[in-house]
């Protein structure tokens, strides 16, 4: 299986602030990595598929970088709204894995 | 905009099998260019893919519940299901059917259910 390891595993930031999580596989995944956010007691939502295309919908705040196995989460000008747990995931090869998921609390 | 709809016992005792039925809404299960997925969440816990399943029947297991998961697909009823068989308190846990949109070509779970509860207790 590819490990996929994200860090930190939470962080404090301000509303307006510039936030980076980072996620790694243990083997190259070539671009084959998909970003999650996941509110309390909803279904995760994407937010970035193909290591950088933002989905249909999500703010260009968002954005994705990276290949191989390093891979980045940019959130540009934090929102209220954006606080949650995001996870990264690979669809390099079965079975898919996700990362153990980074929660963005308010500072 | 398609919708998925997680039903089944939110009560399995140990030993006994978990079954779910995740029904698709606005759009064909057969429209060929997505997979179905089951994923579970502990609570306070990261993600699992448990399997997938094509509508031509064609399936891929977590090798970690291989051995006790079946993913089942009706196209008539526009449904697929879930059976995970010898359960014990470890498989308790929100248990989340998805969508794999491949047209992109990175497999991303694009639409979720809400998720159901199912707790393994006697």
């Known amino acids: 299986d590819i490990q996929m390891t994200q860090s930190p595993s939470s962080l404090s930031a301000s509303v307006g602030d510039r936030v980076s999580i980072t996620c790694r596989a243990s083997?190259?995944?070539?671009?084959?990595l998909n970003w999650y956010q996941q509110k309390p007691g909803k279904a995760p939502q994407v937010l970035i598929y193909a290591a950088s295309s933002l989905q249909n919908g999500v703010p260009s705040r968002f954005s994705g970088s990276g290949s191989g196995t390093d891979f980045t989460l940019t959130l540009n000008s934090l929102q209220p709204e954006d606080f949650a747990t995001y996870y990264c995931q690979q669809s390099y090869s079965t079975p898919w894995t996700f990362g153990q998921g980074t929660k963005v609390e308010i500072k | 905009q398609v919708q998925l709809q997680e039903s089944g016992p939110g009560l399995v005792k140990p030993s006994q099998t978990l079954s779910l039925t995740c029904t698709v809404s606005?759009?064909?299960?057969?429209?060929?260019?997505?997979?179905w997925s089951w994923i579970r969440q502990p609570a306070g816990k990261g993600l699992e893919w448990i399997g997938r399943i094509y509508t031509s029947g064609s399936t891929n297991y977590n090798p970690s519940l291989k051995s006790r998961v079946t993913i089942s697909v009706d196209t008539s009823k526009n449904h697929f299901s879930l059976n995970l068989s010898s359960v014990t308190a470890a498989d308790t846990a929100v248990y989340y059917c998805?969508?794999?949109?491949?047209?992109?070509?990175?497999?991303?779970?694009?639409?979720w259910g809400q998720g159901t509860l199912v707790t393994v207790s006697s």
């Open positions: 606005g759009g064909s299960i057969s429209s060929g260019n997505h997979y």
């Open positions: 998805a969508s794999n949109y491949y047209g992109s070509g990175s497999y991303e779970f694009d639409y």
């Open positions: 083997q190259s995944i070539s671009r084959s």
